[in-house]
Every structure is written in C-alpha cells, then in structure tokens.
C-alpha cells in the first residue's frame, strides 16, 4: 500500500521591506525616499517622513516612480540597431556581442585620436556614482574628450562664484521664518515643492510674497504681487533697486564697509539705473520697482530665492551676479532668515579626484566640447582649432535630441551614418532611436548611489530596493565592463557600487549614518555669512570681481540685453520662453501616460491681445517659427503670457510632438555672457494660426 502524498508546506510569504533611498532627479529638494517592496516587487514610492526636509511629501511626478521603473515600454536588453538612424527599428543581441562590438569600435576610433570619442551626459541622475565615477574614470583612461556640462546651471553657477566665492547661500529651512520673500525666476509649487511649503508657512506668519517671472505661473497666481518683467531684463530691475536703496539710504553701510569689496563702483552704475529707465526696459511700472525696493531695503528679515530660469539669455550671468550683490547692501546676510539661495551644491565635501580619477589621463588634458552647441560640434570638420572631427559619442543620463538647443542641428548630427553612438537608457527616447546599440540601465530603485543636492544641505544614500529588472545593469557596472575589453586593468575598475559611495566623501560624511537613517546633515552655519566670511579670494562679497576683470570682461554686473530683443525684427515680433511643464522634469517622464494625460498635450501659451491680433482662438492649433525651425502644437490663450511674450512648454519628446519635433526647434546655440551657458530663454519667434 503506497504512502499518501504529504504535502509541502505552505511558503512563508516574504517579509514586506522599507527600503530607503533618494530621489535622483534634477530638483533642488533631492528628497529622501522609502521604497515599500512586496515579494521583490516595489509596489510605492513615499518621502521619507524621517527626513525634516522632505517630511514624507512627494511631488507627483516622483511618486509615479514605481510606474516609470516597471513601464511596458522599458529597454530591459541590449539592442542593436537594424534599420536607418532616427527610424526607431533595433533587434535584441547578448551584452557580450553589444560589449565586444562596442570596444572595437572605440579602440578603432581611440587608435587614430582618442578625443574623436565624446561623452555625454547630464543629470537623468543626480547621483554622483551613477553619474561621473565609474563612467568618468572610463573615459579619462582613456583620453577622451571632457565634456563641459553647462545645459542647466552654468551661467548661475559662474555668477555665484565670482560674487559670494561659490554655489553657496542660506539655509532653506530659514525661509518660514523671513518676513519678506523674493520668488526670483522660479515656479517653485513646479520645481520646488518643498521650499513652496516654507514659504507657506513664511505667509501665514505674515510674510510678504513677490514673484518675478515673465510668466504667470501658478507660483505667481499664490504670491501677493507678481512682477512679470520682459525676458532677459533682470539684471534692469536689481540694478533700479539698487538705485532705489542708495538713493533712499536704505543700506546697512557697516556690512557694506566690513564684508563687500567694489561698493562706491557698483554705487556709481546703480545710480544710472533710475526705476523709469528699468521700468522701460523691463516693461513694468516705475512705481511698482519703487514700491519693491522700499520692501527690500526696510523689512528684516528679507531672503530671495533664486532660480535657473533667468540666466538662460545672453546677460544671465550678469543678471544673477547683479541679484547676488543685493542681500549684501541691506545686510540682510546677518539674519538666518535672510540673505539668497540659488544653490548650496557647493557646500558638498564631494571627493571628485577619488570619484572620477583625473590622474588616469594618459596625455596632456584633452579638448573639451560644449554640451550646449554639440548640435554644432557634431558636424564640424576636424581642425587644428577644433581638433578631430567626433566620430563616437556615448550618451547616459541625457537625452539631447529632445533637449539640446537648435534640435534641428542636433539631429542632424546625431543622423550622420559615420557617427558611432552608444546610449545607456531606461526607454527608447529620441537620442536612443539615433543609437547603433542602446544599452538598459538600472532605474533609481535598482541600485546604490549618493547625492548631494542643491536646495538643501543634506547628504543622501539611495540603497537598491529590488533586483534590476531583465538584463539591466547600473551605469558604474556597464563602464567597468567596457573597461574590461578596452584592456583597462588598473585596481579602480574594480570598485563596487558601495566602495564608489564611501568614496564620494571619504571621511567628510559618515557612511555609517547615512546606511542607518539614510541621510546626514551637512555641518553648515545658521547666518553662514553673517560676519562675512565669503569664499572669494578677498573674504567679501566682490561686487567687483578683478578675476573677471583678468579676462578683459566688465568686473561689475550690468544689463546686457538679449541677442534677440522683442521690437528688434518685424519678422520675429514675439519673445518666447520654454519653461518646463508642470508634470514632466526636463524630458524625464514625458513618456509615463498617467502624468501625459494630465499634462495634456505640446502648448503654447499667447496673451489674449497677441492671439486676437493673429486670429488664433483657444485650443487652436499653431505654427511657431523662426529661422531655425517651426514648431506645431496648441495655443493656450491666457495672461500666463505677458504682451508680446510666448510661452512654449517643454520639453516633450519630439516623436510625440504633432509633426514629430517640440520647442528646442527655434532655440539657438548661442552661449551666455559668463559660464558659456545656453540661451533657452532668448529667442524671437512669430506664431501663426495652423
């Protein structure tokens, strides 16, 4: 008689896990996130309410992200390309035959003049081991051309080093308690969320609110006054300011005698700068300038937020240098409470020579290209001032066909059949479908990374939450494996993921800390500037800079106006902005249809008097153009957009665009004053009913 079938014990169902991490994407408030994971699956993405800052508040975009990481539409093996570049066909092949292919290429191209290889990435990831560590390492073995990464922040950045010594301003949290806030060329409800909660808080204790933006953005419909100046006039507006608190006596001339250097210049040229010349050329009222300066100059404490978005045009630099000098002449620097923050990035003890090993260079320092003119780059022939033409470009954590400026350029170059191109990608995105091999990368919630941030002054650890889905591997381990076949065998190659995270900040940050809470304080000061104390070269805030006035540039800050000023071309009669739409960041996103459904579709937004004049009704659908493109999408006719201003949301992948292009057709490749920045945010177009 046989034995009757025992049954197996029931599985234990596997234990649900908290997994903390960060957010990776390009935002000031770099939030720490937790990760609920069920049977290997990550099934929600929350803030951490742990983490002060991000107090367990997400914006709706990241808290899609287990929609992103587990999309029908994700790469998830290598492909190979089959059909013409731009036409999207590809067949599947093993990492080893992409791997193998790909290292050939290169060492072809490395043998004739390694600096025909170019890199190009930006900041899909914030995370410094996922960004320039292992990929940097890689590419300075082997002598690659460096890549200036100045497509976001550059001339701000420059702007902020020549004035107060770096990226650096008050604390955040400070601002719920400022009296008087300066929302300066920034959604923040869009791109700031968290700031926006402090500066709630600020209001309901009796701050005083002013947004200045060119756009009436849902930011400026919550602030108490919005100031909607012309695009590129910034620099106007600070400067009749400072008119406004010198000639009031509105100045706290101890702090200007102790901490500042340039004073009685910068006195001179403010005085030039009356409220009725700014207001001409910023197109606004003289008396609302006036009204703003008085604010300034007698509320304590006063704090501007800064943001990006007004120093992409030709004077941007100039601009944001001209706002930086304003926290030093009412002394507002004193107060935790007062004082500017457009970046504290420059706070971070990040450890770059051990992260990205420059020392691995095997010549002299090789050329670099410009990420804002690759469109140009790309089709230019080699010469002695250029040097060899670009023959590869590897592409991850960007997508430039979508987002560089003047797109038909760069697709151009992107389309030559003798380009190599290698794309480290989640989706098959607009730069991927140029690709000969696209290569799946891991998503933030599948690997190990740290990052620093630049709204706040909080170091972040993002631990892997679950195994990578299909075949993809993290940028680091595709690097370390192409290294591999190039025949790189120094001892770094073969750090782990971990060790590039210890590494970041070698014993500046401890590790411990961060694996057990998931995030550390950086050791900054409440008022960091409130006895000076500036990291310029003199101590002090250098309204005057000589390092400026080395390179032949103009050492004080002044208005420089747009290369394409609105009455400048009767053909081009309209300024046009591309800011980012509310539910996508960059081009990340663009593809999650919960969030395009929301977003709707590609707009322009016109002014009712500009629509009116060109017979375009609401919804309608239009032509934008200029000489370097035309774009098609719908109008929005609404006071978002100033008279003889349009607002051209971006940026949307081109291939979802109505005739497969989107707003970076009609921007152009031109730089900025300081930082050799891009110029988004300059830019004439006309528009026409379609």
């Not at 999207?88 to 292919?101: H, I, M, N, Y």
């Not at 950086?522 to 390179?551: H, I, K, M, N, Y």
């Amino acid at each position: 008689m046989s034995q009757p079938h025992l049954a197996e014990p029931a599985a234990k169902p596997a234990p649900t896990l908290q997994v903390k991490g960060a957010c990776p994407h390009d935002c000031p408030d770099t939030c720490s996130l937790v990760t609920t994971v069920e049977n290997g699956i990550a099934i929600k993405v929350q803030g951490n309410p742990d983490h002060p800052l991000t107090d367990g508040v997400l914006c709706a975009k990241v808290a899609r992200y287990p929609e992103r990481t587990y999309h029908p539409e994700r790469v998830l093996r290598p492909l190979r390309r089959t059909g013409p570049k731009g036409s999207g066909r590809f067949e599947p092949v093993s990492w080893d035959e992409a791997l193998d292919d790909i290292a050939v290429r290169l060492k072809a191209i490395a043998a004739r003049d390694p600096q025909a290889i170019v890199p190009y990435s930006y900041a899909g990831t914030m995370g410094l081991v996922q960004g320039e560590s292992m990929a940097a390492r890689f590419f300075n073995r082997l002598g690659a051309s460096l890549l200036d990464r100045t497509i976001c922040s550059a001339a701000g950045t420059e702007a902020l080093v020549q004035t107060l010594g770096g990226k650096l301003g008050m604390k955040v949290e400070f601002f719920a308690q400022s009296k008087l806030i300066l929302i300066w060329g920034s959604n923040s409800i869009t791109s700031n969320l968290h700031f926006w909660r402090l500066a709630q808080q600020a209001k309901r204790d009796g701050a005083r609110l002013v947004c200045i933006d060119p756009r009436r953005t849902e930011t400026a419909e919550k602030c108490h006054e919005h100031l909607q100046l012309l695009p590129g006039t910034d620099a106007a507006l600070a400067l009749a300011l400072m008119h406004e608190l010198v000639s009031n006596d509105w100045l706290d001339h101890d702090y200007i005698a102790r901490h500042t250097l340039g004073w009685e210049a910068l006195r001179e040229r403010a005085l030039l700068w009356t409220p009725e010349r700014a207001a001409q050329v910023c197109g606004l009222d003289a008396q609302r300038i006036r009204a703003l300066a008085r604010d300034w100059g007698t509320t304590r404490p006063a704090a501007i937020r800064l943001n990006y978005g007004m120093q992409r045009v030709r004077g941007g630099g100039n601009a944001a240098r001209a706002i930086a000098c304003l926290p030093a002449l009412t002394g507002a620097w004193r107060h935790p409470a007062g004082g500017l923050l457009l970046s504290n990035s420059g706070r971070f003890p990040i450890d770059r020579q051990a992260l990205q090993r420059p020392d691995l260079m095997p010549g002299g320092v090789p050329r670099t290209i410009n990420m804002s003119t690759i469109g140009d780059d790309l089709l230019h022939a080699a010469s002695d001032s250029f040097g060899p033409r670009i023959e590869a470009l590897l592409v991850y954590n960007s997508n430039p066909v979508a987002v560089a400026p003047q797109s038909p350029r760069v697709v151009r170059g992107f389309a030559r059949d003798d380009l190599f191109t290698v794309v480290l990608e989640h989706f098959r995105t607009d730069t991927a479908d140029y690709a000969d091999y696209i290569l799946p990368a891991t998503t933030q919630l599948e690997h190990w990374d740290v990052h620093p941030a630049y709204g706040h002054t909080d170091v972040l650890l993002n631990r892997p939450a679950i195994a990578p889905l299909g075949q993809a591997l993290p940028n680091t381990e595709i690097f370390r494996q192409l290294a591999a076949r190039m025949g790189f065998s120094d001892p770094c190659f073969a750090d782990s993921d971990e060790q590039l995270c210890r590494q970041a900040y070698g014993d500046r940050v401890d590790f411990e800390q961060l694996l057990a809470q998931g995030w550390a304080h950086l050791p900054v000061p409440d008022a960091p500037f409130a006895e000076g104390g500036f990291a310029t070269p003199s101590g002090r805030c250098e309204f005057f800079s000589e390092r400026l006035a080395r390179q032949g540039l103009d050492g004080l800050p002044d208005h420089l106006p747009n290369y394409e000023q609105p009455g400048q071309s009767a053909q081009y009669p309209l300024a046009m902005i591309s800011p980012p739409a509310r539910n996508f960041l960059n081009s990340s996103f663009v593809n999650l249809k919960s969030l395009r459904d929301i977003e709707g579709e590609p707009l322009l937004e016109i002014h009712p008097a500009d629509a009116a004049a060109r017979g375009i009704a609401d919804g309608g659908f239009v032509r934008v153009f200029n000489d370097r493109g035309d774009y098609h999408c719908s109008a929005r006719v609404s006071s978002a957009a100033r008279p003889g201003v349009v607002n051209g949301l971006g940026v949307w992948w081109r291939k979802m665009g109505a005739r497969g292009t989107n707003v970076n057709e009609l921007t152009s490749q031109r730089l900025t004053d300081l930082g050799r920045g891009p110029v988004f945010y300059d830019c004439l177009v006309e528009v026409e009913a379609a």
